[in-house]
T-cell receptor, first 115, second 117 residues
């Protein structure tokens, strides 16, 4: 198993659908992250979970709802999407988000298209 | 506010040429870390290197080398004898403390490197 696995790799959604993105890390890390990568924009941090507790929520619209049932799994539930939500959604994990030298390890992302 | 600037949006080189990717940062912190990541077409960001603010020694790893200069707030990345497999988007990042007690990355906008055969 690779370190951080994301499924599905590609997702096409209608604006009224509800779907979920899944991320699983096999590195024994304590923290997990969701990022949004849109064309021609810097990577945007969406959410951070540390030991299953949400510690960062960076002004993300409520149509994005994260869930972290345990330290190895992270979900992003999507509904009522907008055209601007078209992006690559990247998941990452790290050992200790409380340390300045913390390294994040990324999955390959889910590419989301909105009909 | 902390900031990372990668002024080169896209660079094209011919295979075997050397290429340098620039990264300039701004921070008020005295202790900080800088990172480089590679994002190939497959999508995942691959960690390349981490450097702390107190270590200005250059680092070399195979064809990759990094030049950290605190005086100019730069952390540049050089690929020697580039290969087609080096084609990717490269990101520079800076760690930033949050009020929650965690650290997050401040990413640059990335440099797309195209190595032509």
């Amino acid at each position: 198993e690779t370190g951080v696995t994301q499924t599905p790799r590609h997702l096409v959604m209608g604006m009224t659908n509800k779907k979920s993105l899944k991320c699983e890390q096999h590195l024994g890390h304590n923290a997990m992250y969701w990022y949004k990568q849109s064309a021609k924009k810097p990577l945007e941090l969406m959410f951070v979970y540390s030991l299953e507790e949400r510690v960062e929520n960076n002004s993300v619209p409520s149509r994005f709802s994260p869930e972290c049932p345990n330290s190895s799994h992270l979900f992003l539930h999507l509904h009522t999407l907008q055209p601007e939500d078209l992006a690559l959604y990247l998941c990452a994990s790290s050992q200790d988000p409380g340390k300045v030298q913390n390294i994040q390890y990324f999955g390959a992302g889910t590419r989301l298209s909105v009909l | 506010a902390q900031k990372v600037t990668q002024a080169q949006t896209e660079i094209s080189v011919v295979e075997k040429e050397d290429v340098t990717l620039d990264c300039v940062y701004e921070t008020r912190d005295t202790t900080y870390y800088l990172f480089w990541y590679k994002q190939p077409p497959s999508g995942e960001l691959v960690f390349l290197i981490r450097r702390n603010s107190f270590d200005e020694q250059n680092e070399i790893s195979g064809r990759y080398s990094w030049n950290f200069q605190k005086s100019t707030s730069s952390f540049n990345f050089t690929i020697t004898a580039s290969q087609v497999v080096d084609s990717a988007v490269y990101f520079c990042a800076l760690s930033e403390a949050q009020t929650s007690g965690t650290y997050k990355y401040i990413f640059g906008t990335g440099t797309r490197l195209k190595v032509l055969a």
